[in-house]
């Protein structure tokens, strides 16, 4: 049977359980406000998803003469009244019912996440993401000492020295020397970013911390839209620096060569 869609009004104190909103506390009853109500209703809707002795299904609406009831065997979830009906412009009957499917929808869901086997695949899949990343540092490792090795043995035969006419600008050891450089900040930065992801990935295999690798992703993308809009911004001024250096660079040995070469006569 295809499944009737909650009705979800965005009026009142969120029911939030796990990072996931059911619905909305819209008005208080006696002393207790929304938010207590939101608060309260969302600690046994865990708590039932914990009960494994418990059915899912079992969750029914139990009507009273001023409210209906949203329970659980001997355990009661949720209180709808009158005002509470009023305010989300539905019958009582109809709201208890789609807080109650919401309900229903959601336990087993934290259930099947919180199950035995889920853990276990978790556990799993975290020991085979720790040995990939072994493997790769291992491969990323090797990689460099070789490209280090072909840089050093390709000295003076492929990267030779930048010359105008007698002026050496930049000598093949010195370029050498720059690539090993690059290579190594490329190889620290290509780890950083592995081990972010293992991290990031790790974290997503299990409930307990599924919510903080949201915010470790935020930790890292943050500064780096940050840093992006503003490299954008200062993009054209700096090329216009960058000209300005390696000209004033060249212009300097240029003059220098001259200098010497006139004191030779």
């Known amino acids: 049977a295809a499944r009737r869609r909650v009705r979800v009004d965005r009026v009142g104190a969120p029911?939030?359980?796990?990072?996931?909103t059911l619905f909305y506390v819209p008005s208080r009853m006696f002393t207790f406000s929304p938010e207590e109500r939101a608060q309260a209703i969302a600690q046994r809707v865990q708590l039932l998803s914990?009960?494994?002795?418990?059915?899912?299904?079992?969750?029914?609406?139990?009507?009273?003469?001023?409210?209906?009831?949203?329970v659980s065997e001997d355990l009661v979830i949720a209180t709808v009244t009158d005002a509470d009906a009023r305010a989300a412009g539905q019958t009582r009957q109809e709201l208890a019912e789609?807080?109650?499917q919401a309900i229903r929808e959601t336990a087993l869901a934290l259930r099947q996440q919180y199950s035995l086997r889920t853990?276990?695949?978790?556990?799993?899949?975290?020991?085979?993401?720790?040995?990939?990343?072994?493997?790769?540092?291992?491969?990323?490792?090797?990689g460099l000492a070789?490209?280090?090795?072909?840089?050093?043995?390709?000295?003076?035969?492929?990267?030779r020295s930048i010359r105008i006419q007698k002026l050496e600008l930049l000598t093949a050891a010195r370029i050498t020397g720059l690539?090993?450089?690059?290579?190594?900040?490329?190889?620290?930065?290509?780890?950083?970013l592995l081990i972010y992801a293992y991290l990031t990935l790790v974290l997503n295999f299990f409930p307990w911390t599924r919510g903080y690798a949201a915010v470790l992703l935020d930790y890292v993308l943050s500064p780096l839209r940050a840093v992006g809009h503003a490299v954008q911004g200062y993009l054209p001024?700096?090329?216009?620096?960058?000209?300005?250096?390696?000209?004033?660079?060249?212009?300097?040995?240029?003059?220098k060569f001259f200098f010497l070469e006139v004191a030779k006569g």
Do not use: C, M, P
Request: charged share 15%; glycine share 4%.
């Open 15 to 20: 029911v939030v359980v796990d990072g996931r």
């Open 146 to 159: 070789k490209l280090k090795k072909k840089l050093t043995d390709w000295r003076g035969v492929y990267i």
């Open 119 to 142: 853990i276990l695949l978790g556990a799993l899949y975290a020991l085979l993401a720790t040995v990939a990343l072994i493997v790769i540092f291992k491969l990323l490792s090797a």
């Open 50 to 70: 914990r009960q494994t002795t418990s059915r899912i299904e079992g969750v029914t609406v139990v009507e009273e003469e001023a409210t209906s009831q949203i």
């Open 237 to 255: 001024n700096l090329f216009f620096l960058l000209v300005i250096l390696v000209v004033a660079h060249y212009a300097t040995r240029l003059v």
């Open 179 to 192: 690539l090993h450089a690059v290579s190594h900040v490329a190889t620290v930065a290509l780890a950083f």
């Open 98 to 100: 789609n807080y109650a």
